[in-house]
């Protein structure tokens, strides 16, 4: 394994909660976030010894909406990571932001801060649609920060989206992908809507106020979305993640090949030494137990040798590439094959695997059902 | 005191029924000044449990019979008053439930004088719950109740009646001492096996088990005498002195004979010897339940369990998973075929997929039952035509008052076990009620109805059907399996057929879409949960061929209509 490891910090502020929203993010409580900061940094000095001297390879500023908060604040949680650990020189940095709530400004002042990759929330083009799962902003919006952003001088930039919308439409969705295209960002995400329990719309669907979109039209706009990106030159190098050649999220990437990262901040996850723990997940209750010197632990898990090895088959399977048949054998000492041939030669019969020279990965068909592929793996 | 005192069973008090037959002891000082020593047993009324209660009326002198005030006399009334007659026994007609806002003491009264013929003049009207009328009911039985006869010098005459398995006593036997005593120290012998025992305790029922130092003839108690096996104590049985042995067992009973079988099977294979131990503890208290292994090759290992009704069948599987803590898939249950080969010799087939091959089968024979089916006189037409349905014949019909009637007909057993009891109630509101009898076998037009899915027979979901009925009864399975097995990863075709006929056809579609979207931030315990979890679920699944079959779908056979 590298030495390397990817850092995260979580920016739960948010001006308003999106209908389908499952993460941790706090609407009306925008005063909180210089509190937060220094907890942030507070708990920088806890987990200090753990990264020691690992070298920090990539940022990534999530949210929660980042770009709702003062830049000041991201600038001197970025300032004390680079004062504290070794970050390296080329790193990704990026940060999350929504259409709307960046300006010239507020994008110059992240390039100063050395973040040289942006995540977009646009979700979908149309208007009724976006106002439809409960976003504030417009698709004209969407274009003018994204305008702003290049001209700051941002030229890694990812767009996300969503598809299987309630109401959707196949034309809407390929209008949305056509046009954001056109405006050709490095990195595309397509996220498959998923309606979890919790969420405002959970209960709508549950109140009949909403029908979930049919899975026959669902699996349409995945295959056009699939084909579409391919044709114009965007790969779908992992389940939901579509990029120019050289523009893969390096970040995400650590987390699929099963690497090390350290999460900040309220409900952020951190996998280190064998051990992944989740931060506690409200806000104030992490605020104050920073502030009490106390870790804001949620739960932590140590993770076996047989566990390790299933986790980087769930997550490298996402990949296109695949797992690497060399790297896991050098990581695990067994070689692939022989600890899962037998899953592998079942799914592969099934048409869901493929098996070459170098790697094991899931087949376009096997995409689809990847749950019920994965758990073929399982111990 | 406790309410529903001697429904022990969860699932007696959950329902409301008496499925085991339990005794108590009391003493009772009546009216005349005297103290009188009273045995009760208190016995099921269900018609699949008939066998509990002659069991108990054979020990008793007498029986009080407790009509519904709310409900009058049902089909299961007639068929125990006529078991107590049978008997001989003093019968004391009593109405229950006088405190409900529907009882009709009246009326109820009248048809227990008109259909029972009994004299219901002076029947006690009592309230169970609120405790009404329960002295008068005790004095009636010390009055017209005859003292039990017997002689406590003759040789040791104690007939098993019901037993026991207790963990720390080993099968403990309730017993009706009907001559001589039985005390501790004792060498009793079985008379059926010749086994014996040496008596550790007796004791009554009070009405938790209470030692004493002796039964005498007259009295109802328990006997244990360390003895390990169920068949030690088998019941009907006589117990007599091993000293001094009587030179005649009493009149035994009649060996109850399972109607209904179905396989039973470990949800996890690996559970097999479990289920075994646990069926045998079960059979130490429940006589009337037979099991002997069996294999499918969709189920693994098992056991064909044999029992006397569809109710009998449904509270074994409960008592299983409840008290045994057992997982389990069952089969749709089948009675016993007799089929006479070409060749001329004959087979009993109580599992359809041991049917031989159509060419060696010159017909079959399947169980046909006389019912008798009370109702309200308004559901008539609605229960004849559902015996039309059933393939019943009209045997005839009669009114007992101007509101209730009696319907007889002939059914197969076949038919009844398929639902019918639950449709009777449907179309009749839950008035009309149901009793029956095994009559007898007669020959039938049946086939084999066989579930194919993905081209592959099933053995566990064959059926007997009626020719006439295999179409419709095809279509409905398949139907029904299409709902419960959930999508694979490929497409599943069921098909229903009748030897190499396929006669109806569904397809399950392949699973479309089953992966998570986002990867929540890092989050990775959360998904590996998440396919822990799916793993699970498809634990509980048996594995059939290359399908995924759910536990339900075993008894999706017998769940359409």
Known sequence: MSNSIGLYVHIPFCAKKCLYCDFTSYAGVLAKQYVYKD???????????????????????????????????????????????????????????????????????????????LSIGLQAWQDELLKAIGRIHTSAEFVDSYNEARKAGFDNINVDLMFGLPQQTIGQWIHTLQAVVSLGPEHISCYDLQIEEGTRMYKMVADGDIKPLDEDADRLMYKTAVELLGNEGYERYEVSNFAKPGFRCRHNLNYWYNGHYVGLGCAAHSYLNHIRWAN?????????????????????????????????????????????????????GIQLYQRYGHAIDKLSAMGLMCDDESAVKVSDKGMDVLNSVLVEFLP | MQAQLLDTMEIERERGITIKAQAVRLAYKAKDGNIYQLNLIDTPGHVDFTYEVSRSLAACEGAVLVVDATQGIEAQTLANVYLAMEHDLEIIPVINKIDLPSADPNMVRREIEEVLGLDAAGAPLISAKMGTGIEEVLEQIVQRIPPPAGEESAPL????????????????????????????????????????????????????????????????????????????????DTITDAARPADKPLPGYKKVTPMVYCGIYPADGAHYEDLRDALEKLQLNDAALVFEPENS????????????GLLHMEIVQERLEREYDMDLVTTAPSVIYRIIK??????????????????????????????????????????????????????????????????????????????????LKSRTRGYASLDYELKGYKESDLVKLDILLNGEVVDA?????????????????????????????????????????IIARETISALRKDVLAKCYGGDVTRKRKLLEKQKEGKKRMRQVGSVELPQEAFMAVLKVD
Do not use: W
């Open chain 2, 157 to 236: 005459k104690a007939l098993i009646f019901d037993s026991y398995y207790d963990p720390y006593k080993g099968a403990v036997a309730y017993v009706r001492v009907k001559d001589g005593y039985i005390q501790p120290g004792m060498t009793i012998k079985m008379m059926s096996s010749g086994m014996m025992f040496d008596v550790t305790e007796v004791g009554v029922f009070a009405p938790r088990l209470q030692p004493t130092e002796r039964l005498s003839v007259g009295e109802v108690g328990y006997v244990a005498a360390s003895m390990k096996d169920v068949r030690d104590t088998r019941v009907g």
């Open chain 2, 342 to 423: 070409s060749d001329g010799s004959e087979m009993m087939l109580d599992n359809p997929t041991n049917m031989p091959p159509t060419t060696e089968i010159d017909h079959i024979e399947e169980p046909v039952v006389e019912a008798q089916i009370m109702t309200p006189s308004d559901y008539v037409g609605a229960i004849m035509e559902l015996c039309q349905e059933r393939r019943g014949v009209f045997k005839d019909m009669s009114y007992l008052d101007e509101k209730r009637v009696v319907l007889r007909y002939e059914l197969p057993l076949n038919e009844i076990i398929f639902n019918f009891f639950d449709a």
């Open chain 1, 39 to 117: 907890a942030i940094i507070k708990e920088m000095g806890m987990r200090a010894n753990m990264i020691g001297d690992k070298r920090i390879s990539t940022i990534f500023i999530g949210g929660g909406t980042p770009s709702i908060i003062d830049t000041a604040v991201i600038n001197a949680i970025i300032d004390e990571v680079r004062k504290n650990f070794h970050v390296e020189q080329d790193a990704e940095v990026t940060i999350e932001i929504n259409p709307g709530t960046v300006n010239a400004k507020s994008l110059t002042d992240y390039r100063a801060m050395g973040i040289n990759r």
């Open chain 1, 280 to 332: 506690m997940s409200g806000l104030q209750s992490y605020i104050d137990t920073v502030s009490d010197d106390n870790i804001p632990m949620d739960f932590e898990e140590y993770i076996d040798h047989d566990t390790e090895m299933f986790e980087t088959m769930m997550l490298g399977l996402r990949t296109s590439e695949g797992v690497n048949k060399k790297l896991f054998e050098e990581r695990f």
């Open chain 2, 461 to 501: 979901l064959s059926t007997i059907v009626h020719r006439d009925k295999a179409y419709a009864r095809g279509r409905a399975i398949a139907e029904k399996l299409k709902e419960v097995i959930p999508r694979q990863l490929f497409e599943i075709p069921i098909q229903a057929a009748i030897g190499q006929k």
């Open chain 2, 297 to 308: 090759a969709a189920l693994g290992f098992g056991f064909r369990c044999g029992f006397l």
